[in-house]
């Protein structure tokens, strides 16, 4: 039996195609992925993102246990609605899950996390607390629905739709969340444009969702969700990031804080064996395919594999996110194994396309 | 579910036409478009090639997947549509109007064996 999202009976009367997402019912698209991409990158579109998991740390000790237990260094939030993207890695380097931690207060961090890791990270941060912090309380929330309001006029649109958020969401920065009675409205997104994500009680998501949909907000499935995060260069747990590869091999070092003089899990591991292999960005000169994951990539110092590929609907052209021996540099020229054919592909710096703007040539 | 009558199915989700002159028109049906999502990349066999029943001989790619395209018997293939490799969305937007490849069969009571519209309509809507 899939799990289904508080959104669930408003997908299926809006006619989406619903697929299995990590054991969820989710909405792939509403009718034209395309057409819901272009949404997001020219007005606004809405993602029901309710299958992640919200869980709040809460108690004296938080962050020191956070400092240890993240990738990232949790130092870096002092103000009150930061959020942190961060890994959550094994003691062996892998990566276990990536997530946004936001510091509410110090005795009060919230954490969201993918859904299909969700039982796997909470197991892991329980076995960490009992060992390092047996005070803590780790609460997850699925009493909790989360919508990702995103494009040039998700702001606006929000406004429009909950005029009483304004006050509390107009100046906040990016990467800042704040509570607006019982939502948090974050400045966060994965697609490369401005907008929010809102976290709300699971029994207001439905009202807010159509009040979005008044608002002019387009319903966008995952699929479209998955196009937007690639051209905006961002990783898909599971598929760009694994836990048989380091944060350094996934194109995450910025997220990875080894100069602070503090221990965390996996410093030792990611310190003792420099990665010898890098995350790359491609773009497909040739006709003749889209580029897909566990395509094979041919470069001058050796073979690589796509973790991630789409056709982009943003360039007309097919994009990818490959991991490729170290010695590869942007501008490089490389071919890809697409069925029977090699293609020529360029190596190029992800992302491929924020707030709009292609940031790639051909 | 659009399955008009007067065609002949695959269980791979391909329509075929038989015309007057005896080729077969074959294209994918309409929930297969709508399976695959947004069509962004066709690849259509030579003309001239011949194959087997059930061949991979095409390549229809969606923004999600590629997906192969099977001869529905065998046979020759006899023309190709530009059209839909030049523009692969119009398959989405008219699945029976936007062939992909005429095919003369080897032996013209082939055809008869596949399925007719009841019999897809009903493996459609089971898949």
Request: proline share 5%.
């Amino acid at each position: 039996m899939l799990k289904q999202t508080p959104l669930h009976a408003a997908h299926r009367a809006a006619g989406a195609r619903m697929v299995d997402f990590g054991g969820w019912d989710m909405p792939v698209n509403y009718g034209s992925q395309i057409e819901e991409h272009h949404a997001v990158r020219r007005d606004a579109g809405m993602f029901d993102v309710s299958h992640m998991l919200a869980v709040d740390l809460g108690g004296s000790g938080a962050r020191a246990f956070l400092r240890y237990a993240l990738a990232n260094n949790v130092d870096k939030i002092t103000q009150p609605g930061k959020a942190l993207y961060s890994c959550l890695l094994r003691p062996d380097g892998g990566v276990l899950d990536d997530l946004i931690v936001y510091f509410m207060r110090e005795d009060w961090f919230r954490i969201v996390v993918n859904a299909s890791t969700a039982d796997k990270d909470l197991a892991w941060l329980k076995s960490l607390l009992a060992k390092r912090a047996p005070g803590l309380s780790l609460l997850p929330r699925r009493d909790l629905a989360m919508i990702a309001v995103q494009g040039p006029h998700a702001r606006e649109k929000l406004w429009q739709a909950l005029p009483g958020s304004r006050v509390a969401t107009e100046a906040l920065k990016a990467f800042f969340a704040a509570e607006s009675g019982e939502f948090l409205v974050a400045r966060t997104g994965y697609t490369g444009e401005d907008g929010f994500e809102i976290t709300l009680p699971g029994l207001r998501a439905v009202a807010l969702w159509d009040a979005l949909s008044a608002a002019g907000v387009r319903a966008c499935g995952l699929g479209a969700r998955d196009t937007l995060r690639l051209e905006a260069g961002m990783n898909l747990y599971g598929q760009d990031m694994t836990e048989e590869e380091t944060p350094l091999e996934s194109g995450l070092a910025w997220t990875v804080d080894l100069v602070a003089p503090r221990d965390f899990v996996g410093k030792s591991a990611l310190a003792a064996a420099p990665p010898t292999r890098r995350q790359v960005g491609l773009l497909l000169l040739d006709q003749g395919g889209v580029l897909r994951s566990h395509q094979k990539v041919v470069t001058a110092n050796g073979d690589g594999e796509i973790t991630s590929g789409t056709f982009s609907p943003t360039l007309g052209k097919s994009i990818a996110l490959a991991r490729v021996p170290t010695g590869v540099a942007a501008g490089d020229a490389v071919a890809v194994q697409v069925r029977n054919k090699e293609l020529s592909a360029r190596v190029v710096r992800p992302p491929f396309v924020r707030n709009g703007v292609v940031l790639v040539k051909e | 579910m659009n399955v008009p009558e007067g065609l002949k199915y695959t269980e791979s989700h391909e329509w075929v036409r038989a015309e007057a002159d005896g080729t077969l028109t074959v294209g994918i049906t309409d929930h297969a478009q709508e399976a695959l999502g947004d069509l962004v990349f066709i690849e259509l066999p030579a003309v001239g090639r011949t194959a087997k029943a059930g061949e991979a001989i095409a390549v229809v790619e969606s923004v999600k997947a590629a997906s192969d395209i099977y001869a529905p018997v065998a046979g020759e293939v006899v023309s190709v549509n530009p059209d839909v490799v030049d523009a692969p969305e119009k398959v989405n937007t008219d699945a029976y109007a936007n062939w992909l490849y005429k095919l003369k069969p080897a032996n013209a009571g082939d055809v008869g064996a596949l399925l007719d519209a009841a019999g897809y309509a009903k493996l459609a809507g089971e898949a």
